[in-house]
Structure formats: structure tokens, C-alpha cells
């Protein structure tokens, strides 16, 4: 079992950066996949950035890439979300998701938090 508490998001202008922090609890975090997902109001939960367990393997959406990374420091139970030069179209809420690793979806989510980008 694996609990997900997002935090760092904020208002923030178009051209600043943030960092998102995904805390996790449980003594096998070493052994997930960890993702992080954004919606905006009335739309679809979508991909942003993903990396493996060992963290040794990233993947970002295409609207996002050169902006953003994703990182899981080895000794600390947290991924992170690097976002520079944020856009208006980048605000949405942030949600953190784990899986076991091998196995197909992200079935531990966090509840996510707010980021608001503005012009």
C-alpha cells in the first residue's frame, strides 16, 4: 500500500518556475513506478512525466519536454516535478500516481494540487 501526498503547487506568472513534491509512506516506494498526471477543469486526466523505479528511465509528454523534469532522490521517500518557464496553458491540478513496477496502470493516486499559471 502506498499513500501520496502532492504539495507545491501555486500562482505563479508565465516564465517562472515551480517545484512539485510527491511524498510517499510505505517501505517499498523503491519499487514503483511514479508518474505525474494534470487536468484542467472539465477535461481528461493526462500524462505529463514518468519515471521507473530505479529512476533510471524518464519519459515526458511532448508539451512539456525541455521544461520539466521528473526526479526521485534515492534516499528520500519523494519525486519531484521540476517545472521551468511555465505557460498559462501548463495550469491545471497536479496529481502524483503510483504502480508497482511491471504491472500496467497507476493505482495510487495523490489528490492532487493546484497550479495556476497566469499571463
Known amino acids: 500500500q502506498v499513500q501520496l501526498v502532492e504539495s507545491g503547487g501555486g500562482l505563479v506568472q508565465a516564465g517562472d518556475s515551480l517545484r512539485l513534491s510527491c511524498s510517499a509512506s510505505?517501505?517499498?516506494?523503491?519499487?514503483?513506478?511514479m508518474c505525474w498526471f494534470r487536468q484542467d477543469p472539465g477535461k481528461d486526466r493526462v500524462f505529463v512525466a514518468q519515471?521507473?523505479?530505479?529512476?533510471?528511465?524518464?519519459d515526458y509528454t511532448n508539451s512539456v519536454k525541455g521544461r520539466f523534469t521528473i526526479s526521485r532522490p534515492n534516499y528520500k521517500n519523494t519525486v519531484y516535478l521540476q517545472m521551468n518557464n511555465l505557460k498559462p496553458e501548463d495550469t491545471a491540478v497536479y496529481y502524483c500516481?503510483?504502480?508497482?513496477?511491471?504491472?500496467?496502470?497507476?493505482?495510487?493516486w495523490g489528490k492532487g494540487t493546484l497550479v495556476t499559471v497566469s499571463s
Open positions: 500516481a503510483a504502480r508497482q513496477s511491471g504491472t500496467g496502470n497507476y493505482n495510487y
Open positions: 510505505g517501505r517499498t516506494f523503491s519499487s514503483y513506478d
Open positions: 519515471i521507473n523505479f530505479a529512476g533510471s528511465s524518464t
